[in-house]
């Protein structure tokens, strides 16, 4: 071993301690290589669910990466406090130069830490919108929803967002607290319809397609919303009526499903569309426009002298 160590030096110009330094490196990554690839599998092995199985597999990475940061710091750096004399001379120039990418690694800080979201959720950030598929040190990445699609249903685009954008934009959770949301769907007929009947066929339309929250699911809800001071006091649809200038809106308002809302509006459409056109005194009111010819506002003139003539005839 003392000659090894005695060529290596002679060839290759490395001290003794810098020999030491670099197996000591190689083996404390080894074994940390061993310790991750150990720990993943016995998680394979027992997490049958693909979301926690990842979020496993981030966790691990993080605190492998941790781990090998510190051992190397002290082997290469004597401990802490060369390290920190290094970090602190360059601390300014750091700052400057490496800005957006601090502020990246504190905002994944602080998602790790505070979870305004988590892998699985569905957020609005600034003027993005998607499912949250992965979150990194310096960005989250989103399946983009919405843009030119309607109902907020996925484009095909993956968004990658800096992670800086936390501290910026405003961000919206649609899973948080209340996984589900209030969809509206709103239908007009005329003010000649019968519109009480079109109101009781909505409402039954409405529960037929409302997410049943009844029971032990719906007190498991209600407590997880209670927690983050949101209370609803039915959870139940309703048909809302309001008078327009050309006919009578019928707005139901049901619950749905985060992912169901475009299937659940298609399907209230069908049944309002098959159960309103059956019935004969039921008439859907959509905006029309009049006009009249010049001859026609001439005959009309006409006709009103002639009427005031016949009065005056008749005095």
């Known amino acids: 071993m003392r000659k090894i160590e005695y060529w290596i030096e002679q060839n290759l110009d490395l001290s003794a301690a810098t020999q030491e330094s670099i197996a000591m490196s190689l083996i404390a990554l080894l074994v940390l290589w061993i310790v991750s690839r150990v720990l993943l599998r016995l998680a394979s092995r027992k997490q049958t669910d693909s979301r926690k199985l990842y979020q496993w597999k981030k966790t691990t990475n993080y605190v492998v990466t941790g781990l090998g940061i510190i051992i190397l710091a002290n082997i290469w750096f004597d401990g802490f406090k060369s390290i920190t004399t290094f970090l602190g001379i360059f601390s300014v120039g750091l700052v400057v130069v490496l800005r957006d990418p601090i502020l990246n690694m504190m905002g994944w800080v602080f998602l790790i830490w505070k979870r305004p979201f988590k892998v699985g959720d569905r957020i609005k950030v600034g003027p993005y919108t998607g499912d949250v598929i992965d979150i990194a040190f310096f960005q989250f990445t989103l399946n983009e929803l919405g843009e030119w699609v309607d109902s907020e249903q996925a484009t095909g685009r993956v968004v990658h967002v800096p992670n800086s954008q936390v501290f910026t934009q405003g961000l919206v959770n649609y899973n948080y607290g209340f ?38 699911v719906g007190q498991r809800v209600r407590r997880e919303a209670q927690q983050h001071l949101i209370f609803y006091r039915s959870f139940e649809p309703r048909v809302f009526i309001k008078v327009q200038e050309n006919g009578i809106q019928l707005t139901v308002r ?20 098959t159960e309103f056109l059956a019935s004969a005194d039921i008439r859907f009111a959509y905006p029309t426009t009049r006009f009249y010819s010049a001859a026609e506002g001439q005959e009309s003139e006409s006709e009103m002298q002639r009427i005031v003539s016949m009065r005056k005839g008749l005095e």
Request: net charge negative; proline share 2%.
């Open 179 to 216: 996984p589900f949301l209030w969809h509206e769907v709103q239908v007009r007929v005329t003010f000649e319809s019968n519109w009480q009947k079109a109101r009781a066929i909505l409402q039954e339309i409405g529960n037929r397609y409302t997410e049943k929250l009844a029971g032990e």
């Open 254 to 273: 049901y619950l749905c499903n985060l992912n169901g809302r475009r299937e659940s509006e298609n399907k209230i459409w069908e049944d309002v569309l």
